[in-house]
């Protein structure tokens, strides 16, 4: 089924029925996922994907109503659906409109045709080569676990403001993988994790190369010391602290109802002045980059602080208009049939200098934080940072010493990231749409033995 | 199309004419309601549905699967044959020798008496506002976010091992995430409850009072401190002992990740994982939990014993890992939904129930911690390196056998190996609870899970704290 069929049919029936607005949102996807064991390419999935969400507005009453497309004549069910509700929905007096400023920017790299065009023979070739590459960089190492997702996809956005549907379409592969090494230590298990969209842009022997010898130097580990310890962060445990507690903290909704620690902080000095934060959804070729939003308007590049001074919010049109505003071309959907909210697109940390080798160097007591689990029941309403480190290693006097399990790692984000930000990496890594270099952070509290 | 036996069996005799030697047929159909208050606004009323078709084939022992949405035979012969071209990709890909099955047969129905779907939407809008408002109109509070959430879940499976079965469950669940501010610090606190069933349940239930009472929470735990970082003792409350056990122990004992080498139970069946005051049962249908009477290949699930009295009894399987275990097939591979293969998964997952009285512990334990359930996010594991951690709700320090003052809510972490051997005492008051909001996940994929247990006592915890 055509995507923008879909879409103007939602506009048609919507406007049949008397709404005041109306939007579809429709988004497709087609593409292989393949899942890894040490034994080999255990499982291939293979489908294609098509599914719209509705919004209608009447009196400034508005709902919702989603649904896969099993068939044409769905799509007059899912609009029917969503009318159906709204006379319960009660009026929203902050409702001024759908977002009006819709259209594209201009965006590049975001299509690999060698994806598009045949995604399980991609996806394949890189499951065979993590599950390959390990043993044949050292016999006493292997693939544990490993998941990649590779296929292009797109979407769809008409309203009652677009004079034709916008249309957009991408290419992505992500890969996760867990590799071990043996040693006469004990073993040693870390995992790494790679988005891109394109395939130029994952260099799959580099990325298993540090990660097997990051397994041999974490073979073995065990708890520390309860105490106080400089952190050094890689960059993508960096990133994804960066995406749990500030990513929210500067969302406009989150701001507006009461739940951001950085509510009424505009224009102060809230993290170090090593600290530069930009979003940018129209950069080229990154993850989270489209020419529009889940709104349809089009993705910009903003500072959202600047040497550390917070200088914008990011928002959607419900939030803007409510302050007066114009969007940011921020909105984010968590399902077609998900009220857009604020959020990231491409989140851009300004890198420092030097590797990360050379922050380890200035570290008299601390912790390399290689790999963490639960780092996303942080609280970012009060800024609390909390994570276990599943792999790690000790650092005494610059140098690393033994591996770490076990510890975890607490503190209140905006001290760890104002004045205990001792220094940036230029290692610029990404979690899916956080770019982010490693950090290191001075005073950290730890809890182990 | 109709879902139905007749279509399910139809794509089952065209896969196997196609050239599958053997092949699994999953139907399944969604619907999903949900209405969220935000600070007195009503944020969304979302219905969403589903339906679709998933296909898996297996050609000399390798896998392949594809799905639809699209279910035009047409579009269903598409996903066969996508199925089998995958089947046949023959690089690098692990070879399963044999296949074992438990197949289930008949229909197995956890329906609401009153439907929520039916219900006037006007009456369901006003319960959530209510509860919203309650909760906001409180000293303190700046936030309040309050849901409802409805699933109707209807699901077939017929497989060429055998397997004719059916399957409708019901879920309704309301939640709330409170915040409140004291001074220039903030705190939230979120809970929610489930039950199987439809309107029926919120019909005895007040709603505004369960939301209130989050609010007043929140409030304490904004004045409170979190705790110093380091090793405790801590008894664990009936609410946070489903997410210890899931966490710890739990994820550890899935069979996939045993057969890859992915976890550190890998090689223990008969020795000794935990204190013998521990039995660890998996069980598809039990009073409280999320019913899964077959799993998405067809297999029966029944009662697993995963450890008896300490000792490490057996796995969780799929019909594909359990020869490879040299184990029987427990009924465990379960699928988000069409869209995603099975993984083994857990079901209902619980500690069995002891002979300790919560204040014969506290008493007996002098000093440590209390820790709570109510108002924790959740957890993750790394099954391989044998690390976990669970976030706790606001808990109580323990001071001469008494609960003394509240702290706020942190993250806990711990060994696989260590913790449930550090066990000292298990309660009788056994809970299981599920959640229409959330679930388990693994890999890409969340599933609707129930876990639980009694007041669990263990000697170390890691406790973070500033």
């Given at each position: 089924m055509d995507p923008v069929r879909i879409a103007e049919l939602v506009i048609k029936y919507a406007r049949d029925r008397g709404v005041d607005e109306v939007e579809a949102y429709v988004a497709w996807s087609d593409g292989c996922t393949v899942s890894i064991t040490r034994s080999g390419l255990e499982s291939i999935v293979s489908g294609y994907d098509i599914a719209v969400?509705?919004?209608?507005?009447?009196?400034?009453?508005?709902?919702?109503?989603?649904?896969?497309?099993?068939?044409?004549?769905?799509?007059?069910?899912?609009?029917?659906?969503?009318?159906?509700?709204?006379?319960?929905?009660?009026?929203?007096?902050?409702?001024?409109?759908?977002?009006?400023?819709?259209?594209?920017?201009?965006?590049?790299?975001?299509?690999?045709?060698?994806?598009?065009?045949?995604?399980?023979?991609?996806?394949?070739?890189?499951?065979?080569?993590?599950?390959?590459?390990?043993?044949?960089?050292?016999?006493?190492?292997?693939?544990?676990?490993?998941?990649?997702?590779?296929?292009?996809?797109?979407?769809?956005?008409?309203?009652?403001?677009?004079?034709?549907?916008?249309?957009?379409?991408?290419?992505?592969?992500?890969?996760?993988?867990?590799?071990?090494?043996?040693?006469?230590?004990?073993?040693?298990?870390?995992?790494?994790?790679?988005?891109?969209?394109?395939?130029?842009?994952?260099?799959?022997?580099?990325?298993?190369?540090?990660?097997?010898?990051?397994?041999?130097q974490c073979a073995g580990a065990s708890p520390i010391e309860t105490g106080s310890y400089d952190i050094v962060l890689a960059p993508k445990v960096f990133g994804s602290i960066l995406n749990v507690l500030i990513s929210p903290a500067v969302s406009a909704l989150n701001v507006q109802r009461g739940r951001s620690p950085l509510r009424d902080k505009l224009g102060q000095q809230v993290l170090s002045d090593k600290l530069t934060i930009v979003d940018d959804g129209s950069a080229p070729g990154l993850v989270g980059t489209a020419p529009f939003d889940d709104e349809g308007v089009p993705t910009s590049r903003k500072t959202v602080f600047s040497k550390g001074v917070l200088s914008t919010y990011l928002y959607d049109s419900y939030t803007a208009y409510a302050e007066g505003k114009k969007p940011t071309g921020n909105a984010v959907r968590s399902g077609v049939a998900s009220p857009p909210a604020p959020g990231v697109t491409n989140m851009l940390v300004i890198p420092g200098s030097g590797t990360i080798d050379d922050l380890v160097k200035d570290v008299k007591r601390g912790i390399l934080v290689i790999n963490v689990i639960g780092e996303w029941l942080s609280n970012f309403v009060s800024g609390f940072l909390n994570f276990t480190v599943s792999a790690g290693l000790l650092i005494e006097n610059g140098r690393v010493s033994k591996p770490v399990t076990g510890v975890v790692v607490s503190g209140n984000i905006y001290e760890l990231l104002k004045d205990k930000l001792v220094a940036l990496g230029s290692d610029v890594e990404n979690l899916g749409n956080v770019y982010a270099p490693s950090a290191l952070i001075s005073g950290a509290s730890v809890a182990g033995k | 199309m109709e879902l139905s036996m007749d279509l399910a069996e139809r794509v089952l005799d065209i896969a196997l004419s196609k050239g599958a030697k053997?092949?699994?047929?999953?139907?399944?159909?969604?619907?999903?309601?949900?209405?969220?208050?935000?600070?007195?606004?009503?944020?969304?009323?979302?219905?969403?549905?589903?339906?679709?078709?998933?296909?898996?084939?297996?050609?000399?022992?390798?896998?392949?699967?594809?799905?639809?949405h699209d279910l035009s035979m047409e579009a269903i012969e598409r996903a066969i044959d996508r199925a089998l071209a995958i089947a046949r990709v023959r690089k690098s890909r692990k070879i399963y020798s044999s296949v074992s099955a438990n197949p289930a047969k008949g229909s197995y129905t956890?329906?609401?008496?009153?439907?929520?779907?039916?219900?006037?939407?006007?009456?369901?809008?006003?319960?959530?506002?209510?509860?919203?408002?309650?909760?906001?109109?409180?000293?303190?509070?700046?936030?309040?976010?309050?849901?409802?959430?409805?699933?109707?879940?209807?699901?077939?499976?017929?497989?060429?091992?055998?397997?004719?079965?059916?399957?409708?469950?019901?879920?309704?669940?309301?939640?709330?995430?409170?915040?409140?501010?004291?001074?220039?610090?903030?705190?939230?606190?979120?809970?929610?409850?489930?039950?199987?069933?439809?309107?029926?349940?919120?019909?005895?239930?007040?709603?505004?009072?369960?939301?209130?009472?989050?609010?007043?929470?929140?409030?304490?735990?904004?004045?409170?401190?979190?705790?110093?970082?380091?090793?405790?003792?801590?008894?664990?409350?009936?609410?946070?002992?489903?997410?210890?056990?899931?966490?710890?122990?739990?994820?550890?004992?899935?069979?996939?990740?045993?057969?890859?080498?992915?976890?550190?139970?890998?090689?223990?069946?008969?020795?000794?994982?935990?204190?013998?005051?521990?039995?660890?049962?998996?069980?598809?249908?039990?009073?409280?939990?999320?019913?899964?009477?077959?799993?998405?290949?067809?297999?029966?699930?029944?009662?697993?014993?995963?450890?008896?009295?300490?000792?490490?009894?057996?796995?969780?399987?799929?019909?594909?890992?359990?020869?490879?275990?040299?184990?029987?097939?427990?009924?465990?591979?379960?699928?988000?939904?069409?869209?995603?293969?099975?993984?083994?998964?857990?079901?209902?997952?619980?500690?069995?129930?002891?002979?300790?009285?919560?204040?014969e512990m506290l008493r007996d334990m002098k000093n440590g911690l209390y820790l709570v359930g109510r108002g924790a996010l959740g957890g993750q594991v790394d099954t391989s390196v044998g690390t976990f951690t669970f976030s706790i709700g606001p808990s109580y320090i323990v001071r001469n056998g008494e609960l003394a003052e509240l702290i706020r809510g942190v993250s806990v972490s711990g060994s696989i190996l260590e913790t449930l051997a550090n066990v000292d005492a298990v309660g009788n008051d056994r809970v299981i609870r599920t959640s229409v909001f959330g679930g388990c996940g693994k890999g890409d994929q969340m599933v609707r899970v129930g876990d639980g247990g009694p007041h669990v006592r263990v000697r170390k915890i890691v406790v973070g704290g500033a």
């Open positions: 969400g509705v919004r209608v507005v009447k009196g400034k009453r508005i709902s919702i109503a989603g649904a896969h497309i099993s068939a044409e004549e769905d799509v007059r069910r899912i609009v029917e659906k969503a009318i159906s509700t709204l006379r319960a929905c009660p009026v929203d007096e902050k409702w001024v409109s759908l977002a009006r400023e819709v259209g594209y920017s201009q965006v590049a790299d975001i299509v690999d045709s060698s994806i598009a065009e045949s995604p399980t023979d991609v996806a394949v070739e890189i499951s065979s080569k993590l599950f390959e590459l390990p043993r044949s960089l050292d016999p006493k190492a292997q693939l544990v676990e490993g998941l990649v997702g590779c296929g292009h996809g797109g979407k769809v956005i008409a309203s009652s403001y677009t004079s034709k549907p916008l249309e957009m379409k991408k290419t992505g592969i992500e890969a996760w993988f867990a590799v071990r090494v043996s040693t006469d230590r004990g073993e040693g298990t870390v995992s790494d994790f790679v988005a891109a969209t394109k395939l130029s842009d994952v260099n799959v022997d580099k990325l298993v190369a540090r990660n097997v010898e990051w397994a041999r | 053997h092949a699994i047929v999953r139907l399944e159909e969604s619907y999903y309601e949900t209405i969220v208050f935000d600070n007195k606004l009503l944020r969304t009323y979302t219905i969403t549905s589903s339906k679709g078709l998933g296909i898996k084939v297996l050609l000399d022992g390798v896998p392949g699967y594809s799905y639809t956890f329906t609401s008496r009153e439907d929520l779907a039916q219900v006037d939407p006007e009456t369901k809008v006003s319960l959530v506002k209510e509860a919203n408002a309650a909760a906001m109109n409180l000293e303190g509070i700046v936030s309040s976010v309050t849901r409802l959430g409805y699933e109707k879940r209807r699901k077939i499976v017929v497989s060429s091992f055998g397997a004719r079965a059916e399957s409708e469950v019901h879920l309704v669940g309301v939640s709330q995430l409170s915040v409140a501010r004291h001074g220039a610090t903030a705190e939230r606190v979120h809970d929610s409850r489930s039950w199987v069933g439809g309107f029926e349940h919120l019909k005895s239930f007040d709603f505004n009072s369960f939301a209130k009472d989050i609010s007043e929470l929140a409030a304490k735990a904004a004045r409170a401190r979190t705790p110093s970082p380091g090793t405790y003792q801590a008894i664990i409350d009936t609410h946070l002992v489903g997410l210890l056990i899931h966490e710890a122990f739990g994820h550890a004992s899935e069979g996939d990740l045993v057969a890859s080498g992915a976890s550190v139970l890998a090689g223990k069946i008969g020795s000794s994982v935990a204190s013998e005051l521990v039995t660890v049962v998996d069980q598809g249908v039990v009073e409280g939990g999320y019913p899964v009477p077959f799993d998405d290949e067809g297999n029966v699930k029944g009662r697993t014993v995963v450890v008896e009295r300490g000792v490490l009894k057996s796995f969780l399987t799929s019909s594909l890992v359990a020869p490879e275990l040299g184990m029987g097939v427990s009924g465990n591979a379960r699928a988000q939904d069409v869209g995603h293969d099975t993984l083994v998964r857990q079901t209902n997952y619980f500690i069995e129930g002891g002979d300790w009285k919560l204040d």
